[in-house]
């Protein structure tokens, strides 16, 4: 694990952490020794509570935890937490400005997820929503890309990704998807109302399940023979033209 994820191990040390701060909770591990008492309870409450967690040898749990006391349960925490997602309600009515959210979807690059999170902080978007699972979470190189630009960006971990969206939805944002085989072009669109800007991981682009909330799936023109723009680099973009339309309407 990077040096920025701090070790938690041992049943009650992990229970408490799994208690008063999930929110820092990067990923835990459990023996594959599990088969009841207090650690397949606590499985279960991870399990419950959608934290991202892995059955692995004993062995592996030495190397995680750095020694064998580890009681079958190592967790990796977080400098920084995840905000409340109670915390977003009031953004999603806010009108002056209009909202931006950004979902960086399935990134794998802790490098990318960095430089969008500075990207974001740039153009004054209101939050970025990560997905519960299969996405980097907030390491030291994370921290490092973004050059001091995490603590400024609130980052949502939400339960539900796709209840969040919904409610976008219902309080008429619109979610536009990158995605380079769009046929329609970032100027086409109005980014000139509350919006949700969707972007894919660098190999399995948007998953299908955020791809169909999208409102529109939205093409950066290339010259041949590039295919595709980084991630990080199409964020930029994206939030360019939305700051550009913005600024001149209110001219």
Do not use: W
């Not at 009650?12 to 008063?20: D, G, M, P, R, S």
């Not at 921290?143 to 960006?153: D, I, P, Q, S």
């Not at 976008?168 to 998807?177: D, E, I, R, S, T």
């Not at 973009?237 to 209110?250: D, H, P, T």
């Amino acid at each position: 694990p990077e040096s920025s994820l701090t070790a938690v191990f041992g049943i009650h040390a992990v229970e408490t952490c799994i208690l008063e701060r999930p929110n820092q909770i990067a990923k835990l591990y459990f023996t594959q020794e599990i088969t009841s008492g207090p650690l397949f309870n606590c499985m279960k409450e991870c399990r419950r509570l959608r934290l991202s967690y892995q059955v692995v040898p004993p062995a592996k749990l030495d190397t995680v935890a750095r020694t064998d006391k580890h009681q079958g349960v190592v967790a990796l925490c977080m400098a920084k937490a995840y905000s409340e997602a109670e915390a977003l309600m009031p953004v999603l009515d806010k009108r002056d400005p209009l909202p931006v959210l950004v979902i960086p979807a399935s990134i794998e690059d802790p490098r990318n997820l960095g430089s969008i999170i500075r990207t974001c902080a740039g153009f004054g978007v209101d939050g970025i929503l990560l997905e519960r699972n299969g996405s980097v979470t907030l390491t030291g190189s994370v921290a490092k890309t973004a050059a001091g630009m995490l603590e400024y960006m609130p980052v949502y971990k939400p339960r539900n990704l796709e209840n969040i969206v919904d409610t976008c939805l219902q309080k008429g944002f619109g979610v536009v998807g990158a995605s380079e085989r769009a046929t329609l072009r970032l100027h086409e669109v109005d980014f000139c109302k509350p919006v949700v800007i969707v972007l894919g991981g660098e190999d399995r682009g948007i998953p299908p399940y955020l791809r169909r909330k999208c409102t529109q799936l939205v093409g950066i023109p290339l010259a041949p023979p590039t295919p595709s723009l980084n991630v990080s680099v199409a964020a930029a973009i994206f939030l360019y033209e939305c700051s550009r339309q913005r600024n001149a309407k209110n001219q």
